[in-house]
Structures are given as C-alpha cells and as structure tokens.
C-alpha cells in the first residue's frame, strides 16, 4: 500500500466533509492579518507566541509543511511574508488557493510529501510551521532532516505534534468515560486490528495515522540539527476525557 497516496486521499475525503482543519480563514481574519493583528496555531487551541517569530514577517520566506486548508498559509501571506504551502492533498491546497485568489494574497502551493522537500535547494527558507500533521507519515526522522536542510542559517522550524499518550487509550471507552490503557507506542492505526479489519479500514478511505515516540518527535529535531528553544502544550479545548488529566499535544521551536 501506498500511505503517501492513501492518506491524499483521505484528506482529499476531509476537506469534502468540511472537516474542521480542512476549513479556510474568512476575510475578516486576513484583514486584521494585514493590520498586523494575525495569530496560528500548531496545535489545536493554543495560538503559537507571537515573540517566536520576528517582528515583521516583512521579506521572510516561509514554507508551511504538510499545512494546507488556507489556515495558517493565508495568515502569514496577509502578514507580509513569502509563503509556499507543501501538502500531500490536492484539495487541502485547493483551499489554500482560494483564499489567495479572493483576498489578492501570493501563495505558492506545492503538492508533496512531508518527508521529501526535494523541491526546494539547501537554505531557502527563513521559517518553517508545520502543525499537528507528521502522525500522518511512518518515520519523522526523514521530515526533521528535510526541514533543517531547506531553512538557512538561524531560522526556525515551529512545530506541533501528539504527545503519545493520547495514543494509549481505547477511544471507545473514553467515549464512554472509561480511560483503558490498550495500546502501545510507538504504533499505527492498523497494527491492532486483525487481517479482515485491516481492509475493511484501508477500504474505509480513512487516514492512517502513526503513534511516535517522544524521543523521535524531540530527539529527533536535536538529532538533525536543531536546538531547541520553545515549548507549550496544548490539548482539545475539553472535548476529550483525558483533557481533564494532561495535555496532549506539544509544539516547539527549534532553531538552525
């Protein structure tokens, strides 16, 4: 199986059923985005500090990785900065597109997997935000060592991810108010079922999403490079039991 071209697909599936990262910022955010008054988020609630990045995005190019659906790309445009948008979704860049062409913003939107910014030479970029998506690929190792090569010297890679014990629990207690440790991690979405499940589930057209350890989420960014110099948490607004216990999602900034 191809995950690359499955999880398009499943993407493709979000953004028809108007999922909520799928939905693209109106005009009256981009508006305040070029009065100056713009925030993103990596994660799902929490705004990223504006002081981790510059104060004029003003001639600072900008890859926004495995980030489509005209969220944090259009943002960062009507800020001032030199946007390219990279996501495996044709329909996420769809998005992305959109808002550009209403808005008069430029938005260069490149279709591409995370774990290959072949694309782009050493150096090109001066930021680079990449929310909550590297779940979506089996090894993030590859995407921490492609995002240090494209950023130049001194940039920033702004970063959200799942903290594994999200991972851990059946969801379907949860749902039912009951936290069940059942999972390991590091896992995958299929490597609990049995054979018959897995098809159903790939046939399903569903994402297949990834359980990473910390180590290679945090360990990794150091391993290729980085050194980082920003941390926050940040969790489902409530809408998950285990919200009431910890938060389960981590952003970073790490610097080249």
Same mark, same amino acid.
């Given at each position: 199986?191809?995950?690359?071209?499955?999880?398009?697909?499943?993407?493709?599936?979000?953004?028809?059923?108007?999922?909520? #990262?799928?939905?693209?910022?109106?005009?009256?955010?981009? *508006?305040?985005?070029?009065?100056?008054?713009? *925030?993103?988020?990596?994660?799902?609630?929490? +705004?990223?500090?504006? =002081?981790?990045?510059?104060?004029?995005?003003?001639?600072?190019?900008?890859?926004?990785?495995?980030?489509?659906?005209?969220?944090?790309?259009?943002?960062?445009?009507?800020?001032?900065?030199?946007?390219?948008?990279?996501?495996?979704?044709?329909?996420?860049?769809?998005?992305?597109?959109?808002?550009?062409?209403? *808005?008069?913003?430029?938005?260069?939107?490149?279709?591409? /997997?995370?774990?290959?910014?072949?694309?782009?030479? /050493?150096?090109?970029?001066?930021?680079?935000v990449h929310p909550?998506?590297?779940?979506?690929?089996?090894?993030?190792?590859?995407?921490?060592?492609?995002?240090?090569?494209?950023?130049? /010297?001194?940039?920033?890679?702004?970063?959200?991810?799942?903290? +594994?014990?999200?991972?851990?629990?059946?969801?379907?207690?949860?749902?039912?108010?009951?936290?069940?440790?059942?999972?390991?991690?590091?896992?995958?979405?299929?490597?609990?079922? /049995?054979?018959?499940?897995?098809?159903?589930?790939v046939e399903s057209g569903d994402t297949?999403?990834?359980?990473?350890?910390?180590?290679?989420?945090? =360990?990794? =960014?150091?391993?290729?490079?980085?050194?980082?110099?920003?941390?926050?948490?940040?969790?489902?607004?409530?809408?998950?039991?285990?919200?009431? #216990?910890?938060?389960?999602?981590?952003?970073?900034?790490?610097?080249?």
């Amino acid at each position: 199986m191809n995950l690359s071209e499955h999880n398009r697909k499943a993407w493709n599936k979000k953004v028809e059923a108007e999922s909520r #990262y799928t939905k693209a910022v109106d005009s009256e955010i981009i *508006e305040q985005s070029r009065l100056g008054n713009w *925030e993103i988020c990596v994660t799902t609630e929490k +705004p990223v500090p504006r =002081q981790w990045f510059p104060e004029s995005l003003e001639g600072n190019k900008v890859l926004c990785l495995a980030s489509g659906g005209g969220q944090q790309g259009p943002i960062l445009a009507a800020a001032g900065a030199d946007v390219t948008v990279l996501d495996i979704s044709d329909k996420q860049l769809e998005q992305d597109k959109l808002v550009a062409e209403s *808005e008069g913003l430029k938005i260069k939107a490149v279709q591409g /997997d995370m774990s290959d910014l072949s694309a782009f030479m /050493d150096q090109t970029f001066d930021i680079i935000v990449h929310p909550v998506s590297n779940l979506f690929v089996d090894d993030i190792r590859p995407v921490w060592k492609e995002a240090y090569r494209v950023l130049r /010297d001194g940039g920033s890679l702004i970063s959200g991810f799942t903290n +594994p014990l999200l991972w851990l629990f059946d969801e379907l207690k949860e749902e039912q108010g009951v936290l069940d440790v059942k999972y390991a991690v590091p896992s995958s979405t299929l490597d609990h079922l /049995d054979p018959e499940e897995v098809k159903a589930y790939v046939e399903s057209g569903d994402t297949i999403e990834y359980a990473h350890s910390l180590e290679d989420q945090i =360990q990794g =960014q150091i391993d290729a490079g980085f050194v980082i110099a920003g941390f926050y948490e940040d969790d489902f607004g409530g809408e998950r039991l285990i919200d009431q #216990y910890i938060r389960t999602f981590i952003a970073t900034r790490a610097i080249r």
